[in-house]
C-alpha cells in the first residue's frame, strides 16, 4: 500500500512524498486548478519548471491550498538552455518570483544538453552550472538541489567537482523503460530517482499484458504503472487535470507480488518511446 503521505528520505535528510504531481504539458490556465484539485485529494508534492510555462498558476494553486507552506513539497527545474553560473542564478530568482513562495523544496537541471542540442557535449558547462547550483542550496533558499535526463556519463561529471551531491535524478521511467543502467548507478550513488511520465505519456494504457495484470488486482492499468514505480523505490510524478484521475492516481492500497514486480521488470517496451522532451 502507498499512501500520498508516505515519504522517501533524500541524501541530506530532506523528506519527500513518494508520489509527486506533475504538471508537464498542463497549460497555464488550468494549471492552478489542477495544483488545488490534487492538493485537496491529498497530494503534497508538485512539481512544474520554468519551461513548463505554468510556474505563476502552479504557485498560485499551491498559496489558494490553505495549507501551511511547509506540508507541501515543491520542485522545479532550470531551463536545459542556460548553461552558465549566471544564467542558472538568474532563471532561479525568476522561478522563485513565478511561484511567490518563500522557498523551494527541490531544484533540478533540466537536461545535460539544450533541447535543441541532445548529444553535444556539455561537460565544462554543466560543471559551471553546478557551482551555481550549490550556491543556491548554500543559500537556503532551496532544501534539495539534483538533476534530469542525466546519464550515467553526466552523473559522474558532476561528481567530480561537486561539493554537494544531486540528490535526485528525474528521468524517464515507466513499465518496459527503466533505464535500468543509469537507475541503478544513480540509486548505489544516494540519488533518489524520480520517474517522469509513468504511464509513458498514455501509450501504456492500450499494453495488453500490462492490463492483465491490473485486472488481477482489480485497480486500473494508471494505479499498477505507478505503484510498480515506487515498489521499485522510484519517485512517479503523474499528471493529470480531470479530477476522476487526479483522485484514481492516489488510489494505490495495493501490493504487486514479487512474480507480478519481476514480470514487469522483464517487460520490453516495443514502442521505444524513450528520450523525448519533457
Excluded at 129 to 155: C, H, P, T
Excluded at 222 to 230: R, T
Aim: with cysteine; aromatic share 8%.
Amino acid at each position: 500500500m502507498t499512501k500520498l503521505t508516505d515519504t522517501y528520505t533524500l541524501a541530506n535528510g530532506v523528506a519527500i512524498p513518494k508520489i509527486g504531481f506533475g504538471t508537464w504539458q498542463i497549460p497555464a490556465d488550468q494549471a492552478k486548478q489542477a495544483v488545488m484539485d490534487a492538493i485537496k485529494v491529498g497530494y503534497r508534492h508538485i512539481d512544474t519548471a520554468l519551461a513548463y510555462h505554468n510556474e505563476k498558476e502552479v504557485g498560485a494553486g499551491v498559496r489558494a491550498s490553505g495549507l501551511k507552506r511547509e506540508d507541501i513539497f515543491v520542485t522545479s527545474k532550470l531551463p536545459a538552455e542556460t548553461k552558465t553560473y549566471d544564467g542558472t542564478l538568474r532563471d532561479f530568482d525568476t522561478t522563485m518570483a513565478n511561484l511567490d513562495l518563500d522557498y523551494l523544496d527541490l531544484y533540478i537541471i533540466h537536461a545535460p544538453q539544450p533541447w535543441a542540442e541532445q548529444g553535444a557535449d556539455y561537460a565544462l558547462e554543466n560543471r559551471e552550472v553546478w557551482q551555481a547550483m550549490q550556491k543556491i542550496y548554500e543559500s537556503g533558499r532551496v532544501r534539495a538541489i539534483g538533476v534530469s535526463n542525466f546519464g550515467v556519463a553526466d552523473l559522474k561529471n558532476i561528481f567530480d567537482v561537486a561539493q554537494v551531491k544531486p540528490m535526485v535524478n528525474q528521468i524517464q521511467y515507466y513499465v518496459g523503460y527503466t533505464e535500468p543502467e543509469i537507475t541503478k548507478f544513480a540509486q548505489a550513488n544516494g540519488l533518489l530517482v524520480e520517474a517522469y511520465s509513468p504511464l509513458a505519456t498514455g501509450s501504456l494504457l492500450n499494453n495488453q499484458a500490462i492490463q492483465a495484470i491490473a485486472d488481477h488486482y482489480q485497480v486500473s492499468l494508471a494505479q499498477l504503472a505507478i505503484q510498480f514505480c515506487v515498489q521499485n523505490g522510484v519517485l512517479p510524478l503523474p499528471k493529470a487535470t480531470h479530477i476522476a484521475h487526479i483522485e484514481a492516481n492516489a488510489q494505490l492500497d495495493f501490493v504487486i507480488s514479487a512474480e507480478d514486480m519481476q514480470q514487469l521488470n522483464e517487460h520490453v517496451d516495443t514502442t521505444k518511446k524513450g528520450h523525448y522532451r519533457h
